[in-house]
T-cell receptor, first 113, second 114 residues
Framework: SQQGEEDPQALSIQEGENATMNCSYKTSINNLQWYRQNSGRGLVHLILIRSNEREKHSGRLRVTLDTSKKSSSLLITASRAADTASYFCATDGYGGSQGNLIFGKGTKLSVKP | SQTIHQWPATLVQPVGSPLSLECTVEGTSNPNLYWYRQAAGRGLQLLFYSVGIGQISSEVPQNLSASRPQDRQFILSSKKLLLSDSGFYLC?????????????FGEGSRLTVL
């Protein structure tokens, strides 16, 4: 079954605006990761936030984690057309011992120039 | 630096034909290896993972099988393809041991079964 569920499924914004994507999950986790996928390509790791962290930054990316609500958000500030892609959250729903991640269905972000 | 190669990039096969997708990793030893499938507009479904040569775990019952004949080689196979096997297949690796870390993905293989 799906562990992470992203929201919204699709998001369309203008260049320069901020984009916020949310992820909810069901079981306890060791960490939560966000990945990006350009159309027809493989996934690229963006950022990992551990269960004892509440917020993390990487360049124009800001990730928050609320373990009490079992949710995370990814904020992309000052978006660019090149940010157009699908974004997935992934959690180690099995406790992490096997290194297996469970991915959500993704948010498709379109940034219009 | 580590690299992951996956091929072929695209494949069109008739129903009932065999399948072989190959993935190799360079620049690291003893990686965890994974095969995921992504159906159109959906998330990734873990098919197989391997923590060592000859050690394969299957996540879902299916028409596919996986093998790891060498430390950095992972092969996805089928003896007879079904229409439902169509999809985008992604190989990935992660560092062995410890808590779940970053996955490094290949560029994917798009399979169309007709």
């Amino acid at each position: 079954s799906q562990q992470g569920e992203e929201d919204p499924q699709a998001l369309s914004i203008q260049e320069g605006e901020n984009a916020t994507m949310n992820c909810s999950y069901k079981t306890s986790i060791n960490n939560l990761q966000w990945y990006r996928q350009n159309s027809g390509r493989g996934l690229v790791h963006l950022i990992l936030i551990r269960s004892n962290e509440r917020e993390k930054h990487s360049g124009r990316l800001r990730v928050t984690l609320d373990t009490s609500k079992k949710s995370s958000s990814l904020l992309i500030t000052a978006s660019r057309a090149a940010d157009t892609a699908s974004y997935f959250c992934a959690t180690d729903g099995y406790g992490g011992s096997q290194g297996n991640l469970i991915f959500g269905k993704g948010t498709k972000l379109s940034v219009k120039p | 630096s580590q690299t992951i190669h996956q091929w072929p990039a695209t494949l069109v096969q008739p129903v009932g034909s065999p399948l072989s997708l190959e993935c190799t990793v360079e620049g690291t030893s003893n990686p965890n290896l994974y095969w995921y499938r992504q159906a159109a507009g959906r998330g990734l479904q873990l098919l197989f993972y391997s923590v060592g040569i000859g050690q394969i775990s299957s996540e879902v019952p299916q028409n596919l099988s996986a093998s790891r004949p060498q430390d950095r080689q992972f092969i996805l196979s089928s003896k007879k393809l079904l229409l439902s096997d169509s999809g985008f297949y992604l190989c990935a690796w992660s560092r062995l041991g410890g808590s779940t870390g970053e996955l490094f993905f290949g560029e994917g293989s798009r399979l169309t079964v007709l």
